[in-house]
């Protein structure tokens, strides 16, 4: 071996470990705003569902469908808008330390049958600035409301997160990889932002007592039901404006218990006296698919832009055993629904 060849050989074996190594790195996609930073989004979420098949049996007898009228013919459409500022303060390891988020503007519209329905009062978090601050000890967001007319109640149901970071790998990757989101944390893509109630969030509370309930009784069984609920995640690279693309896909279902609500509801109701004895339940069975893709500003460290669609199949059974004023009846009841939602969100 001349002295050349063995230079040449040495230089290769030294550099064989760096090339390989170079080789294995991958992207990073990780949540890293400049702090001060401030970005508008826009989310608009669109929905339609259908009447697919109701069954009313009433003491034993099964209602005829004339009775049911147009019911199977009417689609429910609805389509929300949210449009905020939000402006990274501070973040470190990932999250958000300090996000304060502007709410510029809410609206929903709605179409029953065709018809457009009354469109929802101006929220009355148009306008407020809501900040959430990391608290370490606790480990969760304190939210308060910096300025505007927003209820406080209404804080409660916000996140933090609408970068979806959730969706993120935790280490690099290259194209072609795959990694799973689970749980509670996936179907947060599903609330972007959270639960954003506005005027209208005590309803529930107020008007039927049922807020509590909601808390104590649904989302326990939520929580239980979407525990194997899974986002199957893949960094499909970049697009042509250099923005990493996860692309995703989930496909689920859940059943849900809301006999002890409906119960409860019953005791809350003013029955002018009359004693009622009632035996109730009501069980939802929901199933899901749907794929859609995250796009990311590995530069920038946040979202570039989200969308998603999404099918769903409700199968909602209820059944009564009543007896009131002497009179004993029992009624059974099946209504199917089918339907779809699409979410997009952009990124200025």
């Given at each position: 071996m001349?002295?050349?060849?063995?230079?040449?050989?040495?230089?290769?074996?030294?550099?064989?470990?760096l090339l390989?190594?170079?080789?294995?790195?991958g992207?990073?996609?990780?949540?890293?705003?400049?702090?001060?930073?401030s970005v508008?989004?826009?989310?608009?979420?669109?929905?339609?569902?259908?009447?697919?098949d109701?069954?009313l049996?009433?003491?034993?007898?099964?209602?005829?469908?004339?009775?049911l009228?147009?019911?199977?013919?009417?689609?429910?459409?609805l389509e929300?808008t949210?449009?905020?500022?939000?402006e990274?303060?501070k973040?470190?390891?990932?999250k958000?330390?300090?996000?304060?988020?502007?709410?510029?503007?809410?609206?929903m519209?709605?179409?029953?049958?065709g018809?457009?329905?009354?469109?929802?009062?101006?929220s009355?978090?148009?306008?407020?600035k809501?900040?959430?601050?990391?608290?370490?000890?606790?480990?969760?967001?304190?939210v308060?409301?910096?300025?505007?007319?927003?209820?406080e109640?209404?804080?409660?149901?916000?996140d933090?997160?609408m970068?979806f970071?959730?969706?993120?790998?935790?280490?690099?990757v290259?194209?072609?990889?795959?990694?799973?989101?689970?749980g509670?944390?996936?179907?947060r893509?599903?609330?972007?932002?959270?639960?954003?109630?506005?005027?209208?969030?005590?309803?529930?509370?107020?008007?039927?007592?049922l807020?509590?309930?909601?808390?104590?009784v649904?989302?326990?069984?939520?929580?239980?039901?979407?525990?194997d609920?899974?986002?199957?995640?893949?960094?499909?690279?970049?697009?042509?404006d250099?923005?990493?693309?996860i692309?995703?896909?989930f496909?689920?279902?859940?059943?849900?218990?809301?006999?002890?609500m409906?119960m409860?509801?019953?005791?809350?109701?003013?029955?002018?006296?009359m004693?009622?004895?009632a035996?109730?339940?009501?069980?939802l069975?929901?199933?899901?698919?749907?794929?859609?893709?995250?796009?990311?500003?590995?530069?920038?460290?946040?979202a570039a832009?989200?969308?998603?669609a999404?099918?769903?199949m409700?199968?909602m059974?209820?059944a009564?055993?009543?007896?009131?004023?002497?009179?004993?009846?029992t009624?059974?009841?099946?209504?199917?629904?089918?339907?779809?939602?699409?979410y997009?969100m952009?990124?200025?």
């Amino acid at each position: 071996m001349t002295i050349k060849t063995r230079h040449l050989f040495t230089t290769a074996l030294v550099a064989a470990p760096l090339l390989l190594a170079l080789d294995l790195r991958g992207d990073a996609l990780a949540f890293h705003p400049e702090a001060g930073s401030s970005v508008d989004k826009q989310l608009v979420i669109a929905g339609a569902m259908y009447i697919d098949d109701v069954i009313l049996n009433v003491d034993g007898e099964e209602m005829p469908a004339e009775m049911l009228g147009d019911m199977t013919d009417m689609a429910l459409e609805l389509e929300l808008t949210e449009e905020v500022t939000d402006e990274y303060v501070k973040s470190a390891d990932g999250k958000a330390l300090v996000l304060m988020r502007t709410f510029n503007d809410l609206a929903m519209s709605m179409t029953a049958g065709g018809e457009s329905q009354e469109p929802m009062e101006e929220s009355d978090m148009v306008g407020s600035k809501i900040k959430f601050t990391w608290n370490e000890d606790e480990d969760k967001y304190d939210v308060t409301l910096e300025e505007g007319d927003a209820d406080e109640e209404s804080l409660e149901g916000l996140d933090v997160d609408m970068d979806f970071t959730y969706l993120l790998p935790d280490d690099e990757v290259k194209e072609g990889a795959t990694w799973e989101v689970t749980g509670m944390e996936a179907m947060r893509m599903f609330l972007p932002g959270g639960v954003n109630v506005g005027s209208g969030g005590d309803v529930m509370d107020e008007d039927m007592g049922l807020g509590d309930m909601f808390e104590d009784v649904v989302m326990p069984q939520l929580e239980d039901a979407v525990e194997d609920f899974t986002v199957d995640c893949t960094y499909n690279g970049t697009d042509e404006d250099g923005a990493a693309q996860i692309g995703f896909e989930f496909e689920g279902e859940m059943s849900i218990d809301f006999s002890e609500m409906v119960m409860a509801a019953l005791e809350e109701q003013d029955m002018g006296g009359m004693e009622v004895d009632a035996d109730i339940t009501m069980t939802l069975d929901i199933e899901m698919e749907g794929k859609g893709t995250l796009s990311w500003d590995a530069e920038a460290g946040r979202a570039a832009g989200f969308e998603m669609a999404a099918d769903m199949m409700l199968l909602m059974d209820a059944a009564a055993d009543i007896e009131a004023a002497g009179e004993a009846h029992t009624a059974e009841g099946t209504l199917e629904l089918s339907g779809e939602l699409e979410y997009e969100m952009t990124i200025d």
